[in-house]
């Protein structure tokens, strides 16, 4: 019996992303972004198809470096610091658009914590990987040692 890798859980929460975007997440709950006099919408089913994409690239990343890797923990840090945090905004998206039909039932106080719990959760998910490139060159200066 095979042994669960980190990059499995990569796989599977991709999958699982592309199920609930397709046939749980409502297409007419957005997400309005005001940046320089420019209102960007998107739509949240778009934003939990984006993060299957992301799931599956990172898998697919998994996969082809997986002899470079340097330490199992640190390959679970990265999955599980990746995982996560597209989790947390995927339900945060799904319970915000059914919670609320629009902004003008949130006060602003409300709307700044949710932005700011946001940023916070892309924050984690950045610094996940910067562990995955920093383990990738831990890997690669190991196997570069090793040849001398």
């Known amino acids: 019996m095979k042994r669960l890798l980190p ?13 609930i975007a397709a ?11 005001h940046l ?23 898998w697919a990343l998994s996969w082809l470096c997986r002899r470079i890797f340097f330490l199992r923990w ?3 840090l990265h999955v599980l ?9 995927t339900v945060a998206l799904l319970t915000d658009a059914r919670n609320f ?7 602003f106080e409300a709307m ?10 892309v924050l984690l998910f950045l610094l996940a990987q910067l562990f995955f490139l920093t383990h990738i060159l831990m890997g690669i200066f190991r196997k570069k040692k090793n040849q001398l």
């Open 7 to 19: 990059r499995h859980l990569l796989l599977a929460s991709g999958i699982l992303l592309l199920v």
């Open 23 to 33: 046939f749980f997440s409502n297409s007419s709950s957005v997400l309005d972004i």
């Open 36 to 58: 320089h006099d420019t209102y960007y919408i998107i739509a949240h089913q778009q934003l939990v198809y984006l993060f299957a994409i992301l799931s599956l690239l990172l």
């Open 74 to 76: 640190l390959n679970w």
């Open 81 to 89: 610091l990746s995982i996560i945090p597209l989790w947390l905004l």
């Open 101 to 107: 039909a629009s902004t003008a039932n949130k006060s």
């Open 112 to 121: 700044q914590q949710s932005q700011n719990a946001m940023a916070a959760i």
